[in-house]
């Protein structure tokens, strides 16, 4: 018989039951689930990433409307429950009641605001749910003063992730040092430096004493009597189990509610699982124990045995750029010693807690890449006596000489649990493997393992290896070139979150094994850089292809091509007639029409390069660029200036985009097209951005090609006016800047990051739209400018022999 | 043993080149990030390439043509390429950048 089940709160916890109930018991239940907030389930611990502006809300969803749909789960999202009548079984929801033959009650926490005077005004925010980082993402992007009251994990993710968008943020944090309950003082310490570093002001010992502001937050006054400006306060303090509805309805609560190691709470129809709940004394903030309880609340409800069992825990922070681990139980006490270690130089620290020959805690700062094994000792408790004393060296110096990384990985029971945030073990990954999924994507969509927060693909992936043998492929990171282990997309990401500002920095930060790079790194840094720090770095010749550094396409026979910029394709008598004159001038022996529109002026001497440029300039004309990872052309049709089909002025519209793009420095080239209606005689639909015009307007593809692979765009927005047309390209290419690989074109770009994920960013997301035009005309504002006319004037000197000794050899 | 001024040591960019055209061909004078001075001729042993517009690394240069790197100390193509560059004496003496002659007048005897 089907039993009606309802569900209060669609957060991780139920999340996780709806899934085993749906798995293992398709018919059994119907389901109601009520939400507060208008949504259903989320992977709520990605929320950093969110603020920090790494995943969108999009990537993050865990259950769609199709999953409800196919399996017949009610929602009743954006629906508050204020009442549970045990006596009637019956839940009562905004809208109306819903009867229960089992209940669930899944309702998670509140964040826990400190009662000071000023809590209540606009611009105070918690963080815990999508609507508080979505509000966090708006105040950072008028940009301003954040004080971040609290500093642990959350307030540390708040902080980093408002500082990532741009605010200049202050940490309150009443104890002594950061994260008080998961790190020691030596560790915290690490940590403010961590953050210090990347600009984040760090208060300790500081108690709030109130919020000040007439109308709205403007500044936090501390128990010291200092007061710091701010335009956004976050309360990120601690929170409390959400327990109101169980008192209410009479059932037993203490902190949490009250429950049996089956879920059950003190009515045998009603359970309750997650952040709410109390087992035993303990209260629970991480979601591997959540998981764990899903499991048992599943079973306790299709009336099979099971029992939870509390487990250690272990805790990471999910701040790019900050390693760091945090395990089991580090309190000082009596009968325990510590191991530490610490090489100041390399910013790690290591500390080990032993208890009775057995490790209890373990903390890890700057390195943690043997913490699963660490954790794996303190979870099986096993006597680590005859190891002790190289026990901090890790796995791989146990026994005395280095042994293979992946014998600790084989050594593993298959118990050990290997993804802490989905609660995977070792077992179930080589179950998985062994029916068949052979590399991490496949174990990641049968397991779940690594697909949260990821922090242990790396482990993962040995165990694949371990199970496979031969078989398997290390799916190898390629790194950037032979001077450093960091691929492109580590670089970035090093230079982004530890602001690195030149290219020694980098060198030194990634580990180059060689002084000043290669030809293969040293462009793609340039261009990082540039990119990332318009204003503050300076770019480098020396570091460019010769191409970009000489300002025109080297031949086969080391003469050179010029090609003058044509806005659109358009041109007229008196440029032809410069052209013209240029050509003859220098002698130049062929003079070609380009596939973008343009004209070519091909084997022109080096040292004629300055004279020649200033020529062109005379008549108005500058350099095309067709040499650089940059923007090149924007070719067009005629239009509705002259064609009988055209919809929308096309010429005008490249022109504009040309005009609003040239002289911008991408990862690669960067072709443009806009054609006046879809007959596409322009070739929109395999360049890099593609538009063409409709009656309605603007349709604008991306990610097309027709080099060594041919490749037809992808539609990313259609569009109503020429404005929002021009607007949505610039962030487009703003985003290829900020993100891609040197050397990726933006259709292989789009193929790792998804068509959806850049959707989301340049056409739904207003805020982050904006940012990217406006970043992209900051950056503009300092490098577009005619190299041309520069070197013409300033540096054609460098384009000279430094000597000529044809004579003095003669003598 | 005569040694050219060709110019100042700040005339060549540093991780950069300058070319000096000789009756021989073209000679590139190259400037590393250590401020050593290095002139090899300027045509790289694959296909001729211009190594003066090569991007400058260490005590290396790659050429702009097809990326073979040739080592400045000794002229080899380095890594699986083979093949060797002229080298000439070349050093830096109160800021200016001298070039020894003898090769080039040697070579006018031949
Ligand atoms: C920003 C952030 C980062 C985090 N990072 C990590 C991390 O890295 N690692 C980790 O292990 N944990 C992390 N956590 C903690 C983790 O998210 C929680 O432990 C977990 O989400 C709790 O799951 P839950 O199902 O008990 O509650 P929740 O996921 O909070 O879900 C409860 C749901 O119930 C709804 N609800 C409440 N009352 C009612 C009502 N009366 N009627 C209807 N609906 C109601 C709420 O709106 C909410 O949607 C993080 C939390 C946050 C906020
Ligand atoms: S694309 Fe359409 S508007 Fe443009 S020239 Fe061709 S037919 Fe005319
Ligand atoms: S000519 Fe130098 S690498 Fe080919």
Redesign the interface.
């Known amino acids: 018989m089907t039993q009606r089940l309802v569900i209060i709160g669609a957060g991780m916890a139920s999340g996780r039951v709806i899934e085993h109930l749906v798995e293992d018991a398709p018919d059994a239940f119907d389901i109601t689930l009520f939400n507060a907030e208008p949504r259903g389930n989320y992977n709520r611990i990605m929320l950093s990433p969110v603020l920090s502006g790494e995943k969108t809300y999009a990537d993050i969803v865990t259950h769609d409307d199709d999953f409800y749909a196919r399996h017949n789960v009610t929602c009743r999202f954006g629906e508050h429950v204020i009442r549970i009548d045990p006596e009637m079984k019956v839940v009562e929801g905004q809208n109306g009641h819903v009867p229960y033959d089992k209940l669930v009650i899944a309702t998670g926490s509140a964040p826990f605001i400190i009662p000071v005077p000023g809590k209540d005004l606009p611009g105070v925010i918690t963080y815990r749910d999508l609507d508080d980082t979505n509000a966090m993402i708006d105040a950072a992007a008028k940009g301003g003063k954040a004080v971040v009251i609290g500093g642990g994990l959350l307030g540390l993710e708040a902080a980093a992730g408002l500082r990532e968008r741009g605010m200049d943020v202050t940490v309150l944090h009443l104890m002594g040092h950061l994260m008080e309950r998961q790190l020691d003082p030596a560790a915290g310490f690490l940590l403010k430096q961590d953050l210090e570093r990347r600009g984040i002001t760090v208060k300790t010992q500081a108690s709030t004493k109130a919020i000040l502001g007439e109308t709205r937050a403007e500044a936090v006054l501390l128990e010291s009597g200092e007061v710091l400006d701010a335009d956004l306060v976050v309360m990120a303090v601690g929170i409390r189990p959400e327990t109101r509805l169980a008192t209410d309805a009479g059932l037993s609560v203490a902190r949490g509610i009250e429950i049996s190691a089956q879920m059950m709470t003190s009515d045998p129809d009603i359970f309750a699982v997650g952040e709410c709940v109390e087992f035993d004394g303990q209260l629970f903030g991480l979601v591997a124990p959540l998981y764990d309880q899903a499991k048992v609340l599943a079973k306790s409800l299709m009336a099979e045995p099971a029992a939870f069992v509390p487990r250690e825990l272990s805790t990471k922070l999910k701040v790019t750029g900050c390693d760091l681990f945090s395990a089991g139980d580090f309190a000082e006490g009596p009968n325990r010693e510590d191991i530490v270690f610490r090489d100041p130089g390399r910013g790690v620290y290591k500390r080990l807690v032993i208890e009775d020959d057995r490790l209890v805690g373990a903390v890890f700062y700057g390195d943690t890449s043997d913490a699963n094994w660490f954790m794996g000792l303190i979870t099986s408790a096993e006597d680590i006596s005859d190891s002790r004393d190289t026990l901090i060296f890790g796995p791989a110096f146990q026994g005395g000489a280095p042994v293979d990384p992946l014998a600790a990985v084989a050594a593993l029971p298959d118990e050990a649990e290997i993804c802490g945030c989905n609660g995977i073990c070792k077992g179930q990954i080589v179950k998985a493997i062994e029916g068949g999924a052979t590399d991490l994507g496949a174990v990641r969509a049968q397991t779940k393992a690594s697909g949260s927060c990821g922090t242990c693909t790396g482990l993962v992936e040995q165990v694949l290896a371990v199970t496979l043998g031969d078989a398997f492929q290390m799916p190898a990171a390629q790194p950037m070139c032979g001077c450093t282990d960091l691929t492109h997309e580590d670089v970035r990401r090093l230079i982004k979150s530890q602001e690195l500002k030149s290219m020694p920095a980098v060198w030194q930060a990634g580990a180059w094994k ?6 293969v790194c ?2 793609a840094l340039n261009f990082y850089l540039i990119a990332d720090w318009p204003l503050d770095y300076k770019d480098d ?6 191409n970009e ?2 300002h025109a396409n ?1 031949q ?1 026979d ?1 003469t050179f091509s010029v090609v003058p910029r044509m806005w659109g394709g358009i041109t007229n008598p008196r440029e032809l007639r410069a052209i013209a004159d240029a050509a003859e001038k220098y002698n130049v022996p062929t003079v070609k029409v380009t596939g973008g529109q343009r004209i070519d002026l091909l084997g022109v001497k ?1 040292e004629d390069l300055p004279a020649i440029w200033a020529d062109l300039n005379k008549a108005g004309l500058v350099s095309g660029h067709a040499y650089s990872k940059g923007l090149r052309t924007v070719k067009t049709c005629v239009g509705t200036d002259h064609c009988r089909f055209g919809t929308q002025d096309s010429t005008g519209l490249g022109i504009k985009l040309e005009q609003a793009l040239w002289g911008s420095w991408t990862p690669h080239k960067v072709k443009l097209a806009v054609s006046g209606c879809p007959r596409n005689c322009a070739e929109a639909t395999c360049k890099d951005v593609g538009v063409i015009c409709v009656d309605s307007g603007y349709q604008i593809g991306v990610g097309g090609a027709a080099g060594m692979d041919v490749k037809e765009t992808e539609r990313l927005a259609d569009v109503p006016t020429e404005a929002e047309a021009i607007e949505i390209t610039v962030a487009f290419v703003q985003l290829y800047r900020e993100n891609a690989k040197y050397l990726d074109r933006p259709y292989k770009w789009l193929a790792k990051v998804g068509l959806d994920w850049v959707r989301a960013r340049v056409v739904e997301d207003l805020s982050e739209r904006k940012r990217l035009v406006e970043a992209f005309e900051l950056s503009q504002s300092i490098y577009r400018k005619d190299p041309w006319a520069e070197h013409a004037k300033t540096k054609a000197e ?1 384009y000279q ?6 004579k ?3 003598e | 043993m005569s040694w ?1 001024d ?2 100042a040591l700040d ?6 080149a ?7 061909g ?1 000679v590139a ?1 190259f400037r590393t ?2 401020d050593a001075i290095f002139a090899i001729a300027d045509r790289c042993p694959h ?4 190594l003066s ?6 005590h290396g240069v ?1 050429c ?2 097809h ?1 073979w ?1 040739i080592s400045l100390e000794t002229g080899e193509a380095q890594g699986a390429d083979s093949g060797r560059v002229p080298t000439y004496k070349a050093r830096v003496e109160d800021g200016r ?1 001298l070039l020894e ?1 003898a090769a ?2 040697r ?2 005897v031949a």
């Open positions: 060689t002084p000043d790079g290669c030809h040293r462009p010749p020396q570091s460019r292809f010769i550094r000489k080297i086969k080391g080096g460098r022999p430094l000597a000529d000794l044809t003095e050899a003669a | 050219l060709l110019g005339d060549i960019p540093a991780r950069g300058r070319k000096v055209k000789t009756a021989m073209c004078v990030a250590d296909k001729g390439g211009p517009e090569g991007i400058v690394h260490g790659t702009p043509l990326n790197v950048v002659m080039f007048q070579a006018e």
